[in-house]
């Protein structure tokens, strides 16, 4: 833990290579949310490039606060990097294993298809909400 909190940068950089070798697993498939009446479709790979960037953002973040030796709140830092690590993994990782949705009246696959749908809406929302404890970290550092 004390690893996290002296150079959290780190551990998202490593992730970037992760997020983009879980996608080889399987390449063809799709990544969709639903929002209220919206479906919202992403190709594996786009999402992954998304993820990338976006965790190197947030390490870049934290590098320029290492680089200006400013303090960070260590319990924020622990939560933020767990959380939203482990967020990036499970979006990837609960995609593989979505079933697919075959065009037939078999009820019991769409139900479990859409459990898979509520459960990547639900990872994603705490992913970006956990990102307000970043922001308030590094606020707080700025200050």
Do not use: C, R
């Not at 767990?82 to 078999?106: R, W, Y």
């Amino acid at each position: 833990m004390k690893k996290i909190t002296q150079a959290p940068h780190i551990a998202f950089w490593i992730i970037i290579p992760f997020l983009f070798l879980i996608p080889l697993l399987n390449f063809d498939k799709t990544f969709e949310i639903n929002i209220q009446d919206t479906y919202y479709v992403f190709d594996i790979i786009y999402l992954a490039l998304i993820l990338s960037i976006f965790s190197g953002l947030i390490g870049f973040g934290y590098w320029v606060i290492f680089k200006l030796k400013m303090q960070l709140i260590n319990w924020l830092t622990i939560v933020h990097v767990i959380v939203t690590i482990s967020g990036l993994l499970a979006i990837l990782i609960i995609n593989l294993f979505t079933p697919e949705l075959i065009q037939d009246d078999s009820s019991s696959n769409f139900a479990s298809y859409l459990g898979f749908l509520t459960i990547s809406f639900y990872t994603i929302s705490i992913v970006i909400y956990i990102q307000l404890l970043y922001l308030f970290n590094i606020i707080i550092a700025f200050l």
